[in-house]
C-alpha cells in the first residue's frame, strides 16, 4: 500500500496569512493526488485533484502542486473559514490511501 | 445537483454485521462511469478508505478490512450498500459514501461528491 505522510500535523496561523502543508507518498503517483478540507461535524470537501487542479466552487487562495512523492496544498490570504483539518489522498491506485490530517488553527 | 445519503441502524452490537446504505439523486449509478466509495472516520481520528464499487459492479477493497467487507450496487433503486462482519468496538465510526471519479487523462479517483455521514456505534 502507498503510505501518505502530511506534515505539519497542526499549524497555528491568523487571518490574511498564507499557510503551506505538505504531503508526501511513499512511492511516486505521478501527479495523482487530491486535498480535502474538513470542518467539524462535516463531511469532507473536495479542494484540489490531480495535484493543482481547482475543483468548480473553490476560491482561487487554494492553490496545489507538486509530482511524484512530494505534494503541497497552499493556502494564501486566511479567511476565517479556512481553519479546518486538511487531508491529501493519494489518488494513483487501488487501495486509496489518506494522510493522517493538518489541523490549521488561528 | 448530485447527493448522496447513509442510512441504517446506528447501533450495532460486537460481532454482528453493521449494513448502510447511500442512496444517490441526481444522477444515475447504473448509466455513468464513476465508482462508488465508502470511508469511514473514528471518532477525533482519520479518514480510512473501506472500499469501491465500479458502476460494472466490480469491487476494490481495504486489504485490512477485506475479509469482512462487501460493497454491492442496486442500480434499480439507485443505491450501493455496505456491509461488514464480525464488527468490534474498534468499528465506530462515522461512515461516508462517495462517488468517485474515474480514470481518465486528466484525473482519477479522487471523491468529489460526499454523504453526510452516519455514524454507527459498536455497542451491546
Known amino acids: 500500500d502507498i503510505q501518505m505522510t502530511q506534515s505539519p500535523s497542526s499549524v497555528s496561523a491568523s487571518v490574511g496569512d498564507s499557510v503551506t502543508i505538505t504531503c508526501r507518498a511513499s512511492?511516486?503517483?505521478?501527479?495523482?493526488l487530491a486535498w480535502f478540507q474538513q470542518k467539524s461535524g462535516r463531511a469532507p470537501k473536495l479542494l484540489i485533484y490531480?495535484?493543482?487542479g481547482l475543483q468548480s466552487g473553490v476560491p482561487s487562495r487554494f492553490s496545489g502542486s507538486g509530482s511524484g512523492t512530494d505534494f503541497t496544498l497552499t493556502i494564501s490570504s486566511l479567511q476565517p473559514e479556512d481553519f479546518a483539518t486538511y487531508y491529501c489522498?493519494?489518488?494513483?491506485?487501488?487501495?486509496?490511501?489518506f494522510g493522517q490530517g493538518t489541523r490549521l488553527e488561528i | 445537483q448530485l447527493q448522496l445519503q447513509e442510512s441504517g441502524p446506528g447501533l450495532v452490537k460486537p460481532s454482528e454485521t453493521l449494513s448502510l446504505t447511500c442512496t444517490v439523486s441526481?444522477?444515475?449509478?447504473?448509466?455513468?462511469?464513476?465508482?462508488w466509495g465508502w470511508i469511514r472516520q473514528p471518532p477525533g481520528k482519520g479518514l480510512e478508505w473501506i472500499g469501491s464499487i465500479y458502476y460494472s459492479a466490480s469491487t476494490y477493497y481495504n486489504p485490512s478490512l477485506k475479509s469482512r467487507v462487501t460493497i454491492s450496487v442496486d442500480t434499480s433503486m439507485n443505491q450501493f450498500s455496505l456491509k461488514l462482519t464480525s464488527v468490534t468496538a474498534a468499528d465506530t465510526a462515522v461512515y461516508y459514501c462517495?462517488?468517485?471519479?474515474?480514470?481518465?487523462?486528466?484525473?482519477?479517483?479522487?471523491?468529489?461528491?460526499w454523504g453526510q455521514g452516519a455514524l454507527v456505534t459498536v455497542s451491546s
Open positions: 512511492q511516486d503517483i505521478g501527479s495523482w
Open positions: 441526481g444522477g444515475s449509478i447504473g448509466s455513468s462511469s464513476y465508482y
Open positions: 489522498q493519494q489518488a494513483d491506485s487501488f487501495p486509496i490511501t
Open positions: 490531480g495535484s493543482s
Open positions: 462517495a462517488r468517485q471519479f474515474p480514470k481518465v487523462l486528466t484525473a482519477r479517483y479522487h471523491f468529489d461528491y
